[in-house]
């Protein structure tokens, strides 16, 4: 005889809820960016255990007057000075003097605050100097110039860990390194005193070597109400005699004032 199969039927189970199914998540996929892209997200502060400051000292004070007030475009601020150009040396004083109230600390943040205003179309290089000088190296061969993205500010906060505050002063052969980039704008940051000082014969060099293509503008750490060189160039400020022989601005900042001493 001929054995049918079982006929098996399925039927709801009443009263009893789905069964969810694991399915995985799907990712929408992301746009690329086009044009420049989002502004730069490099924050100086979240560096400080790395430069050891014993403050966070605030970013570099808004542009205010200056060769280029009122236009900003490619400008960044340096201790309250702004300018504008495709390419920045910062040459900052590393003697053992900049170790008093935190100073070289201090320039640490503000340079930092200040690269931060650059963006990926502009260059910058950064020389610390004592009785010499030494000029911080771009990972890249191909280039002398650091440009202003996130990776390489971040190459830039490495080498900070390496400059410490020790030897003499000696201005000039920095100053002249610095021109051999040719860049748009130099900010030189020293405590330098009178006995320090550039001569007349160096000042005339450097005008000369620069030939006017670079805004040199000067600032001094000090600490008081007035610069131990003297106010101005009229009373023999060899930093604003620098500044007005290239055309740069000099600006006196009391170090109490800067990191909150």
Do not use: W
Request: aromatic residues 8%; negative net charge; glycine residues 10%.
């Amino acid at each position: 005889p001929t054995v049918s199969s079982p006929v098996v039927t399925t039927s709801a189970i009443p009263n009893q809820p789905p069964i969810p199914l694991p399915l995985p998540a799907i990712q929408a996929p992301s746009m690329p960016l086009l044009g420049t892209g989002p502004p730069p997200q490099f924050d100086a502060t979240q560096f400080s255990s790395v430069i050891q400051p014993s403050q966070i000292v605030s970013g570099g004070a808004p542009p205010s007057g200056g060769p280029n007030d009122g236009n900003d475009t490619n400008a960044t601020s340096f201790l309250g000075v702004s300018d504008r150009g495709r390419s920045f040396v910062y040459i900052i004083d590393r003697s053992s003097s900049m170790e008093d109230d935190g100073r070289l600390r201090a320039a640490k943040m503000e340079l930092l605050s200040s690269l931060q205003q650059l963006d990926e179309s502009q260059q910058f290089q950064i020389i610390f100097y004592n009785a010499k000088f030494t000029v911080l190296q771009p990972r890249s061969d191909k280039f002398n110039l650091f440009f202003g993205t996130d990776a390489q500010r971040l190459q830039v906060v490495e080498q900070l860990r390496e400059i410490r505050p020790e030897g003499g002063t000696l201005h000039f052969p920095a100053v002249m390194r610095a021109l051999k980039f040719r860049p748009d704008v130099i900010f030189l940051l020293t405590d330098g005193d009178p006995s320090s000082a550039l001569t007349p014969s160096e000042q005339e060099e450097i005008r000369i070597e620069n030939g006017g293509g670079t805004h040199i503008h000067c600032i001094e750490f000090g600490k008081g109400a007035v610069s131990v060189n003297g106010r101005s160039a009229k009373e023999g400020n060899f930093l604003d005699k620098l500044a007005q022989k290239n055309g740069g601005q000099y600006v006196y900042r009391n170090v109490t004032d800067i990191a909150g001493f």
